[in-house]
């Protein structure tokens, strides 16, 4: 029944912006959504999953992948039920599709302790 729905993403120029939107649906959202940690991942074809960024479920504890550092910015909005992840300077690097995550066991930077999965939306930088 959780299930995540992911929107933006698009095709932009390196240099630019795009904002990433990720949100739960089904009541069981309403009642766990606040106690979980949410993350988002990339992959692009032929290579593994690779973690971008992990929020807790209060916000307090925030992480980044070492390249997107002081470029992305990860947030949540629990009334919502929605995070967010908003891409600033892109590079032809972060090219790839983005998945929204959910993990029950908190923030981690390993895709396997994740439980739910967002639908991935493309994002591509030209250079």
């Known amino acids: 029944q959780v299930q995540l729905v992911q929107s933006g993403g698009g095709l932009v120029q390196a240099g630019g912006s795009l904002r990433l939107s990720c949100t739960t649906s089904?009541?069981?959202?309403?009642?766990?959504?606040?106690?979980?940690?949410m993350a988002w991942f990339r992959q692009v074809p032929g290579k593994e999953r690779e973690f971008v960024a992990t929020?807790?479920?209060?916000?307090?504890?925030?992480y980044y992948r070492d390249s997107v550092e002081g470029r992305f910015t990860i947030s949540r909005d629990n009334p919502k039920n929605t995070v967010y992840l908003q891409m600033n300077s892109l590079e032809p690097q972060d090219t790839a599709i983005y998945y929204c995550?959910?993990?029950?066991?908190?923030?981690?930077?390993?895709?396997?302790?994740?439980?739910?999965w967002g639908q991935g939306t493309q994002v591509t930088v030209s250079s």
């Open positions: 089904g009541r069981t959202s309403g009642r766990t959504f606040s106690t979980w940690a």
């Open positions: 929020i807790s479920w209060d916000g307090s504890s925030i």
């Open positions: 995550a959910a993990s029950t066991s908190g923030p981690t930077s390993w895709h396997g302790t994740y439980d739910y």
